[in-house]
């Protein structure tokens, strides 16, 4: 099983050799200026409920991934509990107590506009 690159141009113009291409030879790297974007994979015999929980699954190692990698950059990956604790303390007693959001109304002018040109048509 061969992992190819697909341009998305490529993707629009021949949906369905594609589409076949991943059925028989697996996983597709869609690209768009030739940077991956994203991934065509197929579907498993064991059915889409399965294959979106691993989906999902992949996500959570992705963002767990993107913030460890983030945590190295800033220096915090070390951090034990009692220094996590300081700085949320430090944060809260910094931070201005946030105020409740007023309601947003959204004016019912459609509702207006449909019952004059109904009006105005009868």
């Given at each position: 099983?061969?992992?190819?690159?697909?341009?998305?141009?490529?993707l629009?113009?021949?949906?369905?050799?594609?589409l076949?291409?991943?059925?028989?030879?697996?996983?597709?790297?869609i690209?768009?200026n030739?940077?991956?974007?994203?991934?065509?994979?197929?579907?498993?015999?064991?059915?889409?409920e399965?294959?979106?929980?691993?989906?999902?699954?992949?996500?959570?190692?992705?963002?767990?991934?993107?913030a460890?990698?983030?945590?190295l950059?800033?220096?915090?990956?070390?951090?034990?509990?009692?220094?996590?604790?300081?700085?949320?303390?430090?944060?809260?007693?910094t931070r201005?107590?946030?105020?409740?959001?007023?309601?947003?109304?959204?004016?019912?002018?459609?509702?207006i506009?449909?019952?004059?040109?109904?009006?105005?048509?009868?």
């Open positions: 099983m061969s992992i190819a690159f697909i341009t998305s141009r490529e629009s113009k021949q949906p369905a050799r594609v076949a291409r991943v059925k028989k030879s697996g996983p597709q790297i690209t768009v030739g940077q991956p974007t994203a991934y065509l994979v197929p579907a498993s015999p064991l059915g889409i399965a294959d979106i929980d691993i989906l999902r699954g992949l996500r959570l190692r992705q963002a767990l991934a993107t460890q990698a983030e945590a950059r800033a220096g915090t990956a070390d951090l034990d509990m009692a220094a996590i604790d300081a700085e949320i303390s430090a944060t809260r007693t201005p107590v946030a105020r409740p959001a007023l309601a947003k109304t959204t004016p019912p002018t459609r509702r506009r449909k019952q004059a040109s109904a009006k105005s048509t009868a």
